[in-house]
């Protein structure tokens, strides 16, 4: 696992952490800071989409229950 530098905080009686804590929700909010993930979808669930059938019509045309196709 890779190893992420960040900035090393100041320390001593002049340091807000409140308010260090606050900027830190603001940021995350507005998207400057975080991990993002995207998911890839199974092809199954990507066929079924592009079909535009619902689940219980795809799962009968393949022959499966609707539970072997849950999302």
Request: cysteine-free; glycine content about 10%.
């Amino acid at each position: 696992m890779r190893k992420v530098k960040t900035k090393k905080a100041k320390r001593g009686p002049s340091r807000n952490i409140g308010q260090e804590i606050l900027d830190g929700v603001r940021a995350i909010k507005a998207g400057r800071i975080g991990r993002r993930f995207t998911v890839d979808s199974f092809p199954i669930i990507r066929a079924r989409e592009k079909s535009g059938v619902s689940q219980s019509q795809f799962a009968a045309l393949l022959g499966v229950s609707v539970r072997t196709l849950q999302d």
